[in-house]
C-alpha cells in the first residue's frame, strides 16, 4: 500500500520554467483498469519551438552552461533531496500510467535519485588533456564543454528511470534540455521538470513538450537549433530518428530493441539460475529492453531446469500493479497486449512448446508468464522482439554452442551468463556482442556503468563518464609560446 493517493491529474508543457496550457490533449486510461488516471497536453511544433527556442536562449545566454561546476553539482544536489522528497508520488504516477508494480516503480525512482547524485558528482569533474610539448614551441590544450541543446526522446516502459539516465547527465554537462516523454507515460517528467526548477535549475534550461512521437518528437529530431538527440525507443524509430537528424547534421544516441540472451550452464548454481531468469524476463512485465528473452539452457540440465522454472512462473502474482504482493503487471496497451499475443500464437503455429502461461488474465491488459520450450533461431519468437512477458527456450551444448546461439541475433544489448566455471564465465564475457554481460546476476544497472547496445540495437552510451561525455564536445586549442617564425618564411 502507498501513503500516498492520486485524484488524475492535469498537465501541460513545462517551458522556460512554467506549466503551458494544452491546446489539445490525450486522456491516459491506467492499463491495469482501463479508467482514467492523467490527462497530457497533446504538443504541437508550434510547442517545440517554444521549447527549443527558450533552451537556445538558456544555453547562449542564461547561466546554466557557464556556472562552475560545483555550483551546477549543488543545484543537482538540491534535486536529489527534492526528488526524496516525492519519491513516492512520482513512483505512484508511474505506477498508474505504466500499469507496473508500485514496489518496481519505486526503485525505478531510487535508481533515478542514484543517477542526480552521480551526475553532480561528474559535474565537478570535467576535465580535458594539455599537451605541453608540441612541435615548434606549441602547447595544446583539449577543452571539454557543454554540447548544446540536448532533446531527450523518452520512452513508456521506464518513465522516471530512462529519465534520470538521461536528464542529469545532460545537466551536469552544462547543456539546455527539452524532453519529451512518451504520449502514454508523461506525467512523471512534468512533475519532475517542475521539482528541479524549484530546486534551482533556471528557466529555460529545463523544458518538456508532450505529445505524440509524430509532430512532437519528429520537429525535435528536425529542429537546427537541437544539437544532440538522446533517443531511447524501437529500433524502427531510432532509424527514421537517424535518417532525420542527419538533414540537420546533429549528434544523436540511440538506445534501442533487444533480444537478450539468459545461458545457463549446467554447472551453475540452479536455485539462483531459476530466480534470476525469472526476474530477467518477467520483471516489468517483460517491458524491457535488456529482458532475458531467449532462456539458452544446456543440454544436460535442460529438462529439470525448464521444469522448475514452468513451475515458478506460474506462482507468480500477476495483476493489481498497487497490491504489496504484485509482480507482474498490465501491458501497456491494448494494442501492444494484441502485439505480444500474436507472437504467442505464432510460437505455438511454428512448432515450439507451450510449457507454461499463454493466456490474458481477466480484468485488464495482463499476461500470464509464458514459457516456450523447443524454440529454434529460425523461429520469429527467438529472433524478433517480443516487449512482454514470453520466454523462448533452446538447449545448447558447451562454451562454442551457448556463444553461437546467444550471437545469433540482430540485437546486442545485453546477455547474462549462469555458472560456477571462472573459465566459462570470462570467455562467454569476452566473446557475447553485446553493449552488458551480466554474469551469475542479471540486469543490474549502476550509475558508474556505461549502458547501450552493440548492432540493432543502437550506437551511444548513457550513464557512467561515458554517457555524460556523450553530452559534451571537445575543443582543441592551440597556443604558440613567444614569437614564432613567419608563415610564409
Ligand atoms: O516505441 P517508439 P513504441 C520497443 C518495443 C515496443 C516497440 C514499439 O519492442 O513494442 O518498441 O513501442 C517517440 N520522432 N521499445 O511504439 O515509437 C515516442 O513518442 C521522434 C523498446 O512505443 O520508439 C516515444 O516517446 N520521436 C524500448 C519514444 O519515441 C518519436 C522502449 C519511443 O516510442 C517518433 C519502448 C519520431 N518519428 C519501446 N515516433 C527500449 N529500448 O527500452 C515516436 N517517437
Known sequence: MSSVELTVREYGHFIDGEEVAATGQIDRLG?????????????????????????????????????????????????????????????????????????????????????????????????????????????????REPAGVAALIIPWNFPAGIFGQKAPYALAAGCTVVAKPSELTSGSAVEIARLITEAGVPAGAFNVVTGYGDPVGQALVESPDVDFVSFTGSTATGQRIAAAAAGSHKRIALELGGKSANIVFADADLDDAVDGSLFSVFYNAGECCVAGTRLLVEEAIADEFLDRLARRAGELTVGDPLADDAQVGALISPDHLEKVMSYVAS????????????????????????????????????????????????????????????????????????????????????????GSVWVNTSLDTAPQMPFGGFKASGHGREMGRAGFEAFTELKSCYIAIGKRDPYFG
Open 347 to 434: 510460437g505455438k503455429e511454428e512448432g515450439a512448446r507451450l510449457l507454461t502461461g499463454g493466456a490474458q488474465v481477466d480484468g485488464g491488459l495482463f499476461v500470464e508468464p509464458t514459457i516456450f520450450d523447443g524454440v529454434t533461431p529460425q523461429m520469429r519468437i527467438f529472433r524478433e522482439e517480443i516487449f512482454g512477458p514470453v520466454l523462448s527456450a533452446a538447449r545448447f551444448e558447451g562454451v562454442e554452442g551457448a556463444v553461437a546461439l546467444a550471437n545469433d541475433t540482430p540485437y546486442g544489448l545485453g546477455n547474462t551468463v549462469w555458472t560456477k566455471n571462472v573459465d566459462t564465465a570470462l570467455s562467454m564475457a569476452k566473446r557475447l556482442r553485446s
Open 31 to 143: 492499463p491495469a483498469t482501463g479508467e482514467l488516471v492523467a490527462r497530457f497536453a497533446a504538443g504541437t511544433a508550434t510547442d517545440v519551438e517554444a521549447a527549443v527556442s527558450a533552451a537556445r536562449r538558456a544555453f547562449d545566454r542564461g547561466p546554466w552552461p557557464r556556472l562552475s561546476g560545483a555550483e551546477r553539482a549543488r543545484v543537482l544536489l538540491d534535486c536529489v533531496a527534492a526528488l526524496h522528497e516525492r519519491a513516492e508520488e512520482i513512483a505512484m504516477i508511474d505506477a498508474l500510467e505504466v500499469g507496473k508494480p508500485l514496489r518496481q516503480a519505486r526503485g525505478d525512482v531510487a535508481g533515478a535519485i542514484g543517477h542526480f547524485e552521480y551526475a553532480a558528482a561528474l559535474a565537478q569533474d570535467i576535465h580535458g588533456e594539455t599537451f605541453t610539448d608540441l612541435e615548434n614551441g606549441r602547447m595544446g590544450f583539449v577543452f
